[in-house]
């Protein structure tokens, strides 16, 4: 599958951690390379949460599955996305959510992990490990 052409690509790329960078630049390889149906898209703005709270300097990655003309399907979730944030200092969260542009359900997060920067490539595999089985799981509800 390809990625759209303006998936994954944030407005402020070059002020990206070294670890957020790599997040992003394995988040291309992994949608371009997974059999799933998605739509991707990347942020590095401050995401709002239903609390009004914010997430500053985190890199948002949205991760949508697409919408098939004819398919109606019931969704597993009744949220739209699987995000993943990367702080600037190396805490990786991740979970279903409601919509692309908000963190909303805190009680969704599936994980948060604090990464050591030797450990980032074992972490962003095991993130996609969990999202391939959630999409998957979504996609083949009836």
């Known amino acids: 599958m ?3 052409a303006e998936a994954l690509v944030p407005q402020e790329q070059g002020s990206l951690t070294p670890d957020q960078q790599t997040l992003l630049l394995a988040t291309r390889d992994w949608v371009a390379r997974t ?3 998605v ?3 990347a942020s590095h703005e401050p995401r709002h949460t239903k609390l009004g709270d914010e997430f500053p300097g985190m890199l948002w990655i949205t991760i949508r599955p697409r919408k098939r003309a004819g398919v109606r399907r019931k969704p597993r979730y009744s949220h ?3 995000q993943f944030g990367m702080s600037s200092d190396g805490i990786l969260i991740g979970g279903w959510q409601g919509a692309h542009y908000v963190w909303e359900f805190p009680e969704n997060e599936a994980f948060r992990v604090s990464v050591p920067p030797v ?4 972490a962003i595999a095991q993130a996609f490990e969990w999202a391939e089985r959630e999409l998957s799981t979504a996609g083949s509800s009836p």
């Open 119 to 122: 450990a980032i490539g074992e």
């Open 2 to 4: 390809e990625p759209d």
């Open 35 to 37: 059999a799933l149906d």
């Open 39 to 41: 739509k991707s898209s």
């Open 80 to 82: 739209a996305c699987i």
